[in-house]
């Protein structure tokens, strides 16, 4: 199998099936739609599973008995994954490029050490690109991390370990990938030769400072799993300085949050990068974007 491609849904019926659509347009040989259902209401299966029948595309739907996530969704549909590169597309985005999966197929088996790759993703609601940092290297696009909504993963690198912490629900959890790809001291490519519309639904989506809170939290949590310990000191000034900037401690108090925090940190998922690893990336990517 050469390709597979992951949905994690929940109740976005209209979004997922636009979304699977766009995946059987641009399918190729030896690919595979892999859906993992965190208990929707809507109907979603049943139509959802007409299309790829009546398409003939091969796929394996999973109906949760419960809301999973988004962290132990994508782990559980990363473990039914057969293909030897995995996309993962948020089912509120569209494939906008021609010849998409070739395209990727192609420049992920060319490049050798390619572990992992961001695509472009543009947001017509808001006429933004979601883009985090990227940088070139010897003439090489590469990314810091990537954009959650859409990005391929070389499945034989992370098979055997969870993707994602499960217990942080959602919010940054892509940055554990980013940090366990520096501390392999391998690379995450950026294609910009394919693009993705990201068409947010407003169906099971949390704004506002619930949103900002989590993302903080989520974040601080992932690099005390990741980064060399001898950086707590300094993780913890900077998630105060966050958690103050953004002016979060006025809606709940520093021992609410301790709480939140002991709730989803789970030591056995640390994968912590050398010193070494860390310098690499901060001589990379500066120290905005690794603080």
């Known amino acids: 199998m050469k390709m597979s491609v992951m949905?994690?849904?929940?109740?976005?019926?209209?979004?997922?099936l636009r979304a699977v659509e766009s995946c059987v347009k641009n399918r190729i040989e030896k690919m595979e739609i892999i859906i993992v259902d965190n208990h929707s209401e809507d109907g979603t299966q049943a139509d959802a599973e007409r299309l790829?029948?009546?398409?003939?595309?091969p796929y394996k739907y999973y109906?949760?008995?419960?809301?999973?996530?988004?962290?132990?969704?994508?782990?559980?549909?990363f473990s039914l994954c057969e293909g030897e590169y995995v996309f993962c597309l948020d089912d509120d985005a569209v494939i906008q490029t021609e010849d998409f999966f070739d395209r990727i197929y192609n420049k992920m088996t060319a490049v050798k050490d390619a572990?992992?790759?961001?695509?472009?993703?543009?947001?017509?609601?808001?006429?933004?690109f979601l883009k985090g940092l990227?940088?070139?290297?010897?003439g090489v696009s590469y990314a810091h991390?990537?954009?959650?909504?859409?990005?391929?993963?070389?499945?034989?690198?992370?098979?055997?370990?969870?993707?994602?912490?499960?217990?942080?629900t959602f919010g940054s959890e892509e940055a554990y990938i980013a940090y366990r790809i520096w501390g392999m001291r391998k690379r995450m490519l950026y294609l910009d030769n394919v693009r993705v519309l990201h068409l947010p639904s407003k169906i099971a989506r949390v704004y506002g400072n619930e949103r900002k809170l989590n993302i903080i939290i989520n974040n601080h949590i992932i690099r005390k799993l990741c980064y060399p310990k001898i950086l707590s000191p300094i993780l913890y000034l900077n998630f105060r300085t966050r958690l103050w900037r953004h002016k979060l401690l006025?809606?709940?108090?520093?021992?609410?949050?301790?709480?939140?925090?002991r709730g989803r940190y789970d030591k056995t998922e640390e994968d912590r990068m050398s010193i070494g690893a860390f310098l690499?990336?901060?001589?990379?990517?500066?120290?905005?974007?690794?603080?």
């Open 63 to 77: 109906y949760a008995s419960e809301n999973l996530g988004i962290s132990a969704g994508r782990n559980l549909a």
């Open 115 to 128: 572990i992992a790759a961001a695509v472009e993703i543009y947001e017509p609601e808001t006429g933004c």
């Open 145 to 168: 991390s990537y954009i959650g909504a859409a990005h391929i993963l070389k499945r034989e690198v992370f098979a055997g370990k969870k993707l994602y912490p499960e217990k942080l």
């Open 250 to 261: 006025n809606d709940c108090s520093y021992e609410e949050v301790k709480k939140i925090i």
């Open 7 to 16: 949905f994690i849904t929940f109740n976005r019926k209209k979004e997922l």
């Open 280 to 291: 690499n990336m901060l001589r990379d990517v500066g120290v905005k974007w690794t603080l």
């Open 52 to 57: 790829l029948m009546e398409n003939k595309m």
């Open 134 to 138: 990227v940088y070139e290297k010897k």
